[in-house]
């Protein structure tokens, strides 16, 4: 293939045909197109864009370069949700049972983490004995009987994803928005899913700091999901303070576990500490309850997902699902029943009375990937039960010396590093910040409202 003229044409602004983005994908997928070209490729698409029909032709290239999952015919839609990223994000864990008991099926095909951003795999991974690479065998297997699947892509699914993806990450041609689109869409197209909803996080520790750019990249994967025939709708939110009171991967799978736990009654005046992530979790269930026309209203949609979520059927459907992926339970609950699994937990105080007004996700996350929560490059080893218990969030009173968060590390050193660094994480001011909501926007397919 000779790519010059389409290099030449792309960074001329030219608008490429169909036929040449599948002819591309072929090519760079087969190892026919020197990484040189191909860099260069990318970074004129960077300043120039893609238009909406090369945007839909690229994702589906990509999702044919490989495998597709086929599932057979069933009564329950197969749906996914994906979010873009961002500290203490462990939706995906709760949701997954809840919606298999809520009559879906789930092929959740996920990632790992870079950098600041937990990736669900690495959660998973923090699970003695939880298989989180599976032939697309078992991942059919375990979607039809359990319901529900969390696992890496397969070697042969969505190949032209990870060469493409490689050659970004050093190429600074991460953040265009037509290549995130094809890049997140092709990998969830390849499940076969009908409906999907995708979490667009916003704020000072996610991928778009801006609510107009999550907006702009949460309308172009609605617009082309549909286009592509899976019914997609996108949350946006908030990521200005991690989610949920657990950042680091074993505490998160954790508070992953709390959050299945039916609720205990509460008096009037105390809160539930995980509030925010059964928000976003209950959420998303009601996304995809109205999506796939079992239920009309978000009202009842809600209500039936906090029915199931309360039932504690998500709760042990979550054991089967991790009996099925390789863990056994008696070696999870003994895990489970440790009150840290890191040698070292400290202490941070607040140094006054007053409201916690920031808590800041971004700080937080890169404490957790220096204490060897996360990774510096694709082949950092990780320490997965490193983190950060929040005792304090924003809104919430605290007294002098009051906790606002521990710290689980690896030894003292790194402990008291870490707890150095958090001191300019959280502001405690002596009046209540402003609330803001965690969900600002719902975006739906174009011509639909709620
Ligand atoms: N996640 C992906 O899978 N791809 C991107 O391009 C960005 C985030």
């Not at 120039?48 to 990509?62: F, P, Y």
């Not at 995130?180 to 991928?207: M, N, Q, Y």
């Not at 039932?311 to 054991?319: A, V």
Request: hydrophobic share 45%; aromatic share 4%.
């Amino acid at each position: 293939m000779n790519f010059l003229p389409l290099i030449e044409a792309k960074r001329d602004g030219r608008a490429l045909t169909e036929s040449q983005i599948k002819e591309i994908i072929a090519a760079s997928t087969a190892g026919g197109i020197p990484d040189y070209q191909m860099a260069a490729f990318l970074m004129a698409v960077y300043f120039r864009g893609l238009n909406a029909a090369e945007t839909a032709a690229l994702t589906t290239a990509m999702r044919d370069s490989g495998e597709v999952l086929r599932f057979p015919e069933d009564s329950r839609p197969l749906v996914d949700k994906h979010s873009t990223g961002g500290i203490g994000d462990k939706v995906s864990l709760p949701l997954a049972p809840l919606l298999a008991c809520l009559g879906f099926r789930l092929p959740m095909i996920y990632g790992r983490g870079l950098g600041i951003t937990g990736g669900t795999l690495d959660k998973l991974d923090s699970i003695p004995g939880f298989k989180t690479a599976l032939p697309t065998e078992r991942i059919i297997e375990i979607v039809q009987s359990v319901g529900c699947v969390i696992c890496g892509q397969t070697a042969r699914m969505v190949p032209a994803d990870k060469s493409l993806y490689a050659l970004r990450d050093v190429t600074a041609t991460v953040p265009s928005i037509p290549l995130i689109v094809a890049s997140i869409l092709s990998k969830k197209l390849a499940e076969s899913i009908e409906a999907l909803v995708l979490d667009v996080k916003f704020g000072v520790a996610a991928f778009m700091p801006t609510l107009e750019k999550a907006r702009e990249l949460a309308q172009a994967m609605v617009a082309l999901g549909n286009q592509c025939g899976v019914n997609t709708r996108a949350l946006i939110t908030n990521m200005d303070t991690p989610l949920g009171r657990a950042a680091g991967n074993w505490l998160e799978v954790k508070e992953a576990v709390a959050c299945l736990e039916p609720v205990p009654a509460r008096s009037a005046d105390s809160q539930d500490p995980l509030s925010d992530l059964r928000e976003l979790v209950l959420a998303c269930a009601a996304q995809l309850l109205i999506q796939t026309g079992k239920v009309e209203t978000v009202e009842a949609a809600r209500a039936r997902a906090e029915e199931c979520l309360a039932s504690g059927k998500p709760r042990q459907k979550w054991d089967e699902m991790i009996l099925a992926q390789g863990t056994t339970l008696p070696e999870f609950n003994r895990k489970l029943a440790l009150s840290h699994a890191a040698p070292i937990v400290s202490e941070l105080r607040s140094p006054e009375r007053g409201y916690v007004s920031r808590c800041d996700a971004r700080l937080i996350g890169e404490v957790i990937r220096d204490l060897g929560g996360g990774r510096m490059t694709r082949d950092s080893a990780i320490n997965y039960d490193v983190g950060l218990d929040l005792e304090a969030k924003p809104g919430e009173s605290v007294d002098a010396n009051s906790l606002l968060a521990r710290v689980h590390a690896a030894n003292p050193t790194q402990a008291e590093d870490a707890i150095a660094r958090l001191k300019g994480a959280f502001h405690v001011s002596p009046k209540p910040p402003a609330h803001r909501s965690l969900i600002s926007e719902i975006i739906l397919p174009e011509g639909e409202n709620e």
